[in-house]
């Protein structure tokens, strides 16, 4: 058998005998945790874009002032 054809075979008897598979409900669980983790990062990534924009115009507004 080939080297390509042996890392298939081996690849597929890993697959199913040896890795252990999530239930659905972990899986559910983990989909949700990404789903808030990703929302709470996104909103303070979103806080800290207009922090700077505010905090930006502000500077162009007193330079635009001299």
Request: charged share 15%; proline share 2%; glycine share 10%.
């Given at each position: 058998?080939?080297?390509?054809?042996?890392?298939?075979?081996?690849?597929?008897?890993?697959?199913?005998?040896?890795?252990?598979?999530?239930?659905?409900?972990?899986l559910?669980?983990?989909?949700?945790?990404v789903?808030?983790?990703?929302?709470?990062?996104?909103?303070?990534?979103?806080?800290?874009?207009?922090?700077?924009?505010?905090?930006?115009?502000?500077?162009?507004?007193?330079?635009?002032?001299?």
């Amino acid at each position: 058998m080939s080297k390509f054809g042996t890392y298939i075979a081996e690849t597929k008897e890993e697959l199913f005998n040896k890795v252990t598979w999530p239930t659905w409900q972990e899986l559910q669980g983990s989909a949700v945790l990404v789903m808030v983790a990703s929302t709470i990062i996104g909103l303070v990534v979103w806080g800290m874009d207009m922090g700077f924009s505010k905090l930006m115009e502000l500077a162009y507004q007193m330079v635009n002032g001299l």
